[in-house]
């Protein structure tokens, strides 16, 4: 089992349409969470981050944790072709030496005009 | 602010050839230094860490390998490729752990697509 799970899609959506994309994961000590979104052949950028759970907006963008649940949700309200990528969650522990993050595999998502 | 810089974009190269890839870092000093393979269609795979000059982990053993000859310079290098090699490289970087603030998140570079010929 993967730490972090996240459907593949492709998900597809009219434009204006709110976007839900979520993920699980299965390590309790996960603290942070984020979210990036990715174009095609480029790098990931970093789109949300958040600590313990909660919401957290940002625009058109809003981040739930649950982290009772062990579940994680980015909102896209009044989603627009260019919402259209890849998008990674992300999680990592308080206490980690490299700093690193486990990765889910990716959504891709594609907001159809 | 922070820039990180990977070059080459694209490269094609045969098999059995050398490579090299080297991704710098400007704006912050000390940052932790990551190499990520994203295969098509496929997550992100952590191949090397670095917290500092010389120093290098390494997250899956395999034909590649890291330097960090300096601060802010992260090489990834293979003295003979494979087909299996090809792929998305990323370079990332975060602040130290005991730097900024350990609970800084990663940022990418715009990577290398990589294909073994």
């Known amino acids: 089992q993967k730490e972090v799970e996240q459907d593949p899609g492709p998900l597809s959506v009219p434009e204006g349409a709110i976007v839900s994309l979520n993920c699980t994961y299965s390590?309790?000590?996960?603290?942070?969470f984020m979210w990036y979104r990715q174009y095609s052949r480029k790098g990931p950028e970093l789109l949300m981050y958040?600590?313990?759970?909660g919401n957290k907006e940002d625009g058109r963008f809003t981040a739930q944790v649950d982290k009772s649940s062990k579940y994680i949700s980015l909102f896209i309200r009044d989603s627009q072709p260019s919402d259209s990528a890849t998008y990674l969650c992300?999680?990592?522990?308080?206490?980690?030496?490299?700093?690193?993050?486990?990765f889910g595999g990716g959504t891709r998502l594609m907001v159809k005009p | 602010s922070q820039t990180i810089h990977q070059w080459p974009a694209t490269l094609v190269q045969p098999v059995g050839s050398p490579l090299s890839l080297e991704c710098t870092v400007e704006?912050?000093?000390?940052?932790?230094l990551y190499w990520y393979r994203q295969a098509a269609g496929r997550g992100l795979q952590l191949l090397f860490y670095?917290?500092?000059?010389?120093?290098i982990s390494s997250e899956v053993p395999q034909n590649l390998s890291a330097s960090r000859p300096q601060d802010r310079q992260f090489i990834l290098s293979s003295k003979k490729l494979l087909l299996s090699d090809s792929g998305f490289y990323l370079c990332?970087?975060?602040?130290?752990?005991?730097?900024?603030?350990?609970?800084?998140?990663?940022?990418f570079g715009n990577g290398t697509r990589l294909t073994v010929t």
């Open positions: 990332a970087w975060t602040y130290p752990r005991d730097g900024y603030s350990y609970n800084s998140p990663l940022h």
């Open positions: 390590n309790s000590a996960f603290q942070y």
């Open positions: 958040t600590y313990s759970s």
């Open positions: 992300a999680t990592k522990t308080q206490n980690n030496a490299g700093n690193m993050l486990t």
């Open positions: 704006g912050t000093s000390n940052p932790n």
């Open positions: 670095s917290v500092g000059i010389g120093q």
